[in-house]
């Protein structure tokens, strides 16, 4: 069974990077076709995605982010990790990491989000 | 960018009660929608993929339907159990979700 656990510090300054890790276990992050996801959500609001990253290294943000976010993998530690410079206040959410499975079925790529992290709340506060 | 636009915001049913949510896309996704459920303090779950598909264990009460960029999500007989907030999710182009419908026991 998968599972995939979020680290990281709980207060962060504003102006400062936010940095969290999400630890893979019950599987190699290497093995299959799979992605690795960052997700938000604010108190009482809905998800955001963040960006994704292959084992390859090959990333995707979301545009409204990509200037402050990098995702990055290590294979070795069956880990990935998010990083969000210049946070605000607007940046207090609960961070979730994701597994976004990609399968093939006749003739169409589908994916979907089929194993996700608790949840790791980060408040951008002085 | 592709929006996602879900209605109602929230709703309120009786246990038995069918149950549907839209959702609808800023231009056409094909059939590459998600539905997820999400229960207070946990993480989403995968209910239907690819607009339709059930996920393996998930209750056949719930389903899903459409294409293009009318989509449609539906409890045939609501339980108590599924107070929750719903959202879909498209996968065509980046990845971006609805804001949610809160669904309530009356």
């Known amino acids: 069974q998968v599972q995939l656990q979020e680290s990281g510090p709980g207060l962060v300054k504003p102006s400062q990077t936010l940095s969290l890790t999400c630890t893979v276990s019950g599987g190699s992050i290497s093995s299959g076709s799979y992605y690795w996801s960052w997700i938000r959500q604010p108190a009482g609001k809905g998800l955001e995605w963040i960006g994704r990253?292959?084992?390859?290294?090959?990333?995707n943000y979301n545009p409204s982010l990509k200037s402050r976010v990098t995702i990055s993998v290590d294979t070795s530690k069956n880990q990935f990790s998010l990083k969000l410079s210049s946070v605000t206040a607007a940046d207090t959410a609960v961070y979730y990491c994701?597994?976004?499975?990609?399968?093939?079925?006749?003739?169409?790529?589908?994916?979907?989000?089929?194993?996700w992290g608790q949840g790791t709340l980060v408040t951008v506060s002085s | 960018d592709i929006q996602m636009t879900q209605s109602p915001s929230s709703l309120s049913a009786s246990v038995g009660d069918r149950v549907t949510i839209t959702c609808q896309a800023s231009?056409?996704?094909?059939?590459?929608l998600n539905w997820y459920q999400q229960k207070p303090g946990k993480a989403p779950k995968l209910l239907i993929y690819d607009a339709s598909n059930l996920e393996t264990g998930v209750p056949s009460r719930f389903s899903g339907s459409g294409s293009g960029t009318d989509f449609t999500f539906t409890i045939s007989s609501l339980q108590p159990e599924d107070i929750a907030t719903y959202y879909c999710q498209q996968y065509d182009n980046l990845r971006t979700f609805g804001q949610g419908t809160k669904l309530e026991i009356k």
């Open positions: 994701a597994r976004e499975r990609s399968r093939w079925i006749l003739s169409s790529n589908l994916y979907y989000f089929d194993y």
């Open positions: 990253i292959y084992t390859s290294g090959s990333t």
């Open positions: 231009q056409d996704i094909s059939n590459y």
